[in-house]
């Protein structure tokens, strides 16, 4: 008896788990489709996230070490 209820009270909640995951893969989608779109007409701008520094850019194409960054919250 203690096994079904349990079960009928976890049914709910992977429901509600799988509709949140459904809804950020549609969001995904979206984002992904939105580049594509860019990609296709040449539009495309960076957002800033991976964009590389000046100085980064010049140390790679010379060949030397990249700069180490440690982020500390």
């Known amino acids: 008896m203690k096994q079904v209820l349990l079960r009928e009270a976890t049914i709910p909640q992977?429901?509600?788990?799988?509709?949140?995951?459904?809804?950020?893969?549609?969001?995904?989608?979206?984002?992904?489709?939105?580049?594509?779109?860019q990609l296709a007409t040449g539009r495309v701008r960076p957002t800033g996230g991976l964009e590389a520094s000046k100085f980064a850019k010049g140390r790679i194409r010379s060949g030397g070490p990249a700069s180490q960054v440690v982020n500390n919250p």
């Open 14 to 37: 992977l429901e509600k788990g799988m509709k949140t995951v459904i809804a950020r893969l549609e969001e995904q989608a979206a984002q992904i489709q939105k580049v594509s779109d």
